[in-house]
C-alpha cells in the first residue's frame, strides 16, 4: 500500500499536502475511496481517501498503529563527503537498512563543496528510501559539520573504522547494551592518523581487505542490525 509521511495529524483526518498531492493524482491516479497509509513519528495510520483538491487530499483514520520496522537500535552515521553521487548511495541504503541520522561531515581529505541543494537533495533521498523500505520515519540528515564539531557524549557507543587498526573488530566493540551508536566514516583517502586521535571514537578493523567509502557505511549498519537482531 503506498505510503506518505505527513507532518500534522487531527483527531480523525489527515490532509497530505506538497509534493505529494501530485503524485496521487497524476502518478498513482488514486481516486475516492482508495486507501494509503500515512506515518508519523513511528506511527503508522490507515486512511481513506475523502477528497483531492488541487493542492491537498483529505483522508479520514481508519486505523492507528505503531510501525513495526523500526529499529530499536539507534545507528547515526557520520559520513565524510564523498565525491559524485556517493552520498546519495550511501543515504538510500543506510535508510532501508535501519539508521535513526546520517550527518554529512567535512574532514581534512574532503573535497566536496558542501551546499544547501545538496542537503535538500538528500533529504528527498532519505524520504523516497523511507517510503520504500515502509519506515515508520524519515531517518534525519543532519547539517553538514566538521569532523572536529562531532559531539559523541550522547551516544552509548561510538567506532571509527580506521585501515591502521588491527586489534578491535566490530564485532568485539559492539557491546549488548549499546542502543545508540554513532558510526565515523572517512572519506575517499581516508582519515589521517591525527583526525582519528581527535574524536572520542574507538577505533575499529573491517578486516584485511580496504574499503571504499560508499561502502562502509552500507556495511557497518548491516552488521550492527544483525548482531542487534534486527534482520531476524
Do not use: W
Request: hydrophobic letters at 40%; charged letters at 30%.
Amino acid at each position: 500500500m503506498n505510503r506518505f509521511f505527513v507532518e500534522k495529524i487531527d483527531d480523525k483526518t489527515i490532509t497530505i499536502e506538497n509534493t505529494d498531492v501530485n503524485h496521487i493524482k497524476n502518478v498513482l491516479r488514486l481516486k475516492q475511496g482508495d486507501k494509503i497509509i500515512a506515518s508519523k513519528d513511528g506511527m503508522d495510520y490507515l486512511c481513506e481517501i475523502q477528497s483531492i483538491g488541487k493542492d491537498t487530499v483529505k483522508t479520514v483514520i481508519i486505523e492507528k498503529y505503531k510501525n513495526d520496522k523500526e529499529p530499536v537500535v539507534k545507528v547515526t552515521i557520520f559520513q565524510c563527503m564523498p565525491k559524485h553521487t556517493k552520498m546519495d548511495e550511501i543515504i538510500q541504503k543506510c535508510v532501508e537498512l535501519g539508521v535513526e541520522k546520517i550527518v554529512p561531515v567535512i574532514s581534512n581529505r574532503t573535497i566536496v563543496k558542501a551546499t544547501d541543494a545538496k542537503l535538500e537533495r538528500f533529504r528527498k533521498i532519505a524520504e523516497a528510501a523511507a517510503k520504500q523500505s515502509q519506515r515508520g520515519k524519515i531517518p534525519e540528515i543532519g547539517e553538514i559539520i566538521n569532523l572536529k564539531d562531532i559531539d559523541t557524549s550522547e551516544f552509548d557507543l561510538c567506532i571509527i573504522p580506521y585501515e591502521l587498526e588491527k586489534g578491535t573488530s566490530l564485532s568485539k566493540a559492539i557491546v549488548e547494551k549499546a542502543k545508540s551508536i554513532a558510526v565515523i566514516i572517512g572519506p575517499e583517502g581516508g582519515f589521517d592518523e591525527e583526525e582519528v586521535k581527535s574524536v572520542n571514537a574507538i577505533p575499529i578493523t573491517l578486516g584485511k581487505r580496504i574499503l571504499r567509502t560508499e561502502t562502509v557505511a552500507p556495511v557497518i549498519t548491516g552488521i550492527i542490525m544483525y548482531e542487534k537482531g534486527e534482520m531476524s
